[in-house]
C-alpha cells in the first residue's frame, strides 16, 4: 500500500512536453493540484526516479527590476533579502536572488542608488512588488519596466 500523498491525484496527465532551445523539456500538466503533488519533495524524487540521473526539475522564476536602490544595500546578505520580504509582506524564501545590474566595481564613487535584478520563486510575490513596490534600506522602490 503507498503512503499517504505518494500516489498522483486521480486524472493526472501531462497535456505537452515542448523541447526549449537550451535543450531543457518543458512539461504542461492537466490541473494545479497535478503540480502542487509534484512540488511535494518525495513525489519530485519519485517521479524523476523514472528518468535519466542528470535530470532536475527547474522550478519557475519571475524576474523583475527594481530602480533606486541605495548602494549601502548588499544583495548577496540573507538577512537583507529577508528583511525586504518581511517589509514588503512577502512570503520567507520567496526571493530566489538578487544582483545589481551593473557591478559595484563600474559604479561611480559618487552614485548614491543603483538598480538591481529580483529573481522570484511565486508569480504572487512578483504581482505584490510590482503594485506596491519595496522598501529597501528605508527607501521605497519600484519596479521598473523590464
Same mark, same amino acid.
Given at each position: 500500500?503507498?503512503?499517504? $500523498?505518494?500516489?498522483? #491525484? ?5 497535456? =505537452?512536453? +515542448?523541447?526549449? #532551445?537550451? /535543450? ?9 493540484? =497535478? ?5 511535494? #519533495?518525495?513525489?519530485? =524524487? ?41 517589509? $514588503? $509582506? ?8 538578487? +544582483?545589481?545590474?551593473? #557591478?559595484?566595481? +563600474?559604479?561611480?564613487?559618487?552614485? +548614491? ?19 506596491? /513596490? ?9 519596479? /521598473?519596466?523590464?
Amino acid at each position: 500500500m503507498a503512503k499517504e $500523498g505518494t500516489t498522483a #491525484p486521480k486524472d493526472t496527465a501531462i497535456l =505537452s512536453a +515542448r523541447k526549449l #532551445p537550451h /535543450g531543457g523539456i518543458l512539461y504542461e500538466l492537466n490541473a494545479p493540484i =497535478s503540480v502542487e503533488w509534484l512540488n511535494i #519533495p518525495t513525489n519530485r =524524487s519519485t517521479f524523476l526516479n523514472h528518468f535519466d540521473a542528470n535530470t532536475i526539475i527547474k522550478d519557475r522564476a519571475y524576474h523583475l527590476l527594481i530602480e533606486n536602490v541605495p548602494i549601502s544595500f548588499d544583495p548577496n546578505s540573507k538577512a537583507a533579502i529577508a528583511e525586504i520580504e518581511i517589509k $514588503g $509582506g512577502l512570503q520567507t524564501n520567496s526571493i530566489s536572488k538578487t +544582483r545589481y545590474i551593473k #557591478p559595484v566595481a +563600474r559604479q561611480s564613487p559618487t552614485q +548614491r542608488t543603483a538598480h538591481i535584478a529580483l529573481t522570484l520563486n511565486s508569480k504572487i510575490a512578483a504581482n505584490q512588488i510590482i503594485r506596491f /513596490g519595496l522598501s529597501i534600506e528605508e527607501r521605497k522602490c519600484m519596479e /521598473g519596466n523590464c
